[in-house]
């Protein structure tokens, strides 16, 4: 038997540093064990901006070796081109409402079930049957008509511009923002399923022939499908959250149905409706941190108020245009408790105040 052979010696390449290793900058935080690649807000950072800020890639920051991806016949990743306005820094804006994916689903769970809870005892109690009939066809034509405003809202506004943005910040809230208006829009839509059932003159489909046809109703329609045609992602969203909301939607939401809804047996409607409001009233706190941070901006501030300028000068008259035409809906109503000339002073006053708080100059037509 011959003896074993010497086992065979294998070569290995030396390993080299190179400096391209994990771990090889530095950043804040990089002696600590618990480090991030930013600086956080306050002392320590808050969940929302352990789990938004830096997770979109963006090569002014981190990702030192450009975008990695790219559109077949565009430019690649979340480029700055594909709005006007302009910011020395898009990552400086935090959402004041701290929203993230957790709570996307923690908020909307817990209006869903107040919608519902409202909506099983109104059908217990058989309250629909005390409204009078004004107020009822009231509902059946106007809020089933705004109905669709925000779902229009939702999938072609919203929707279409949640991933347009520089920062994962500002994408994250327009995304709730667009979970806000589609929830609302569905609760409207059950809301009209639920009285079509409990009332048999209450007619479920008349909204669609109100939304495409009813004069009082074209031009807040035209509104929202011109909206949709806006391709600049800050523009479509300065329009929607700043002009239209305050001009039309807070004017029919809260000035009217709102004020209303009670002096006509109604104690279901402002339930619903106030979902809606609630919801944009935390939609504007963002909008108000984002464009006031536009305005305030040391490089591009003098620039942006102007260009904000220029989109109100299309769609302040164009919203008010729409908001009048809604003017015959207010005498509707069996009992009414406000004056469309009032609900208009409140909402044109309301829109004053948005607009002083993002340091933008009132255009001439509120004073008309």
């Known amino acids: 038997m011959s003896a074993p052979s010497a086992p065979r010696e294998r070569s290995f390449p030396s390993i080299e540093f190179t400096d391209a290793e994990a771990g090889a900058?530095?950043?804040?935080?990089?002696?600590?064990?618990?480090?991030?690649?930013?600086?956080?807000?306050?002392?320590?950072?808050?969940?929302?901006?352990?789990?938004?800020?830096?997770?979109?890639?963006?090569?002014?920051r981190h990702l030192t070796q450009g975008w990695i991806y790219g559109f077949g016949t565009g430019p690649g990743g979340y480029p700055h081109e594909w709005t006007q306005a302009r910011s020395s820094n898009w990552h400086e804006?935090?959402?004041?409402?701290?929203?993230?994916?957790?709570?996307?689903?923690?908020?909307?769970?817990?209006?869903?079930?107040?919608?519902?809870?409202?909506?099983?005892?109104?059908?217990?109690?058989?309250?629909?049957?005390?409204?009078?009939?004004?107020?009822?066809?009231?509902?059946?034509?106007?809020?089933?008509?705004?109905?669709?405003a925000e779902n229009g809202l939702a999938l072609h506004v919203f929707t279409s511009i949640q991933r347009s943005g520089p920062t994962n910040m500002i994408n994250t809230a327009v995304a709730v923002n667009a979970a806000h208006k589609m929830r609302f829009a569905q609760d409207l839509a059950l809301f009209n399923l639920d009285l079509a059932d409990e009332m048999p003159d209450f007619d479920g489909a008349a909204h669609k022939e109100v939304w495409q046809n009813?004069?009082?109703?074209?031009?807040?329609?035209?509104?929202?499908?011109?909206?949709?045609?806006?391709?600049?992602?800050?523009?479509?969203?300065?329009?929607?959250?700043?002009?239209?909301?305050?001009?039309?939607?807070?004017?029919?939401?809260?000035?009217?149905?709102?004020?209303?809804?009670?002096?006509?047996?109604?104690?279901?409607?402002?339930?619903?409706?106030?979902?809606?409001?609630?919801?944009?009233?935390?939609?504007?706190?963002y909008t108000r941190n984002l464009f006031r941070m536009l305005s305030r901006d040391p490089e591009h501030g003098e620039y942006n108020r102007e260009l904000f300028g220029q989109w109100m000068a299309e769609w302040v008259p164009r919203c008010l245009d729409a908001a009048r035409a809604l003017q015959p809906i207010w005498s509707q109503p069996a009992e009414k408790s406000i004056t469309f000339a009032s609900s208009l002073e409140a909402a044109i006053n309301n829109f004053r105040e948005v607009l002083t708080t993002i340091e933008v100059d009132v255009p001439k037509e509120l004073n008309q």
């Open 93 to 148: 804006f935090l959402d004041p409402n701290e929203e993230w994916d957790q709570t996307i689903y923690r908020n909307n769970s817990a209006v869903v079930h107040q919608v519902e809870l409202c909506l099983r005892n109104a059908k217990r109690a058989h309250a629909y049957g005390g409204w009078n009939r004004p107020w009822l066809k009231f509902i059946e034509r106007n809020l089933g008509a705004w109905m669709h």
């Open 214 to 285: 009813a004069v009082e109703w074209q031009p807040t329609r035209e509104a929202v499908e011109r909206l949709t045609a806006i391709g600049d992602w800050c523009q479509l969203l300065f329009v929607t959250n700043i002009v239209f909301e305050q001009l039309v939607g807070s004017l029919f939401r809260s000035d009217l149905v709102m004020q209303v809804a009670a002096r006509n047996g109604d104690y279901i409607t402002p339930t619903i409706v106030g979902t809606g409001e609630h919801d944009y009233d935390r939609d504007l706190a």
């Open 25 to 60: 900058l530095e950043f804040p935080s990089s002696k600590s064990r618990k480090f991030s690649y930013f600086e956080p807000s306050k002392k320590r950072a808050t969940m929302y901006e352990e789990v938004t800020v830096d997770v979109q890639p963006d090569p002014a």
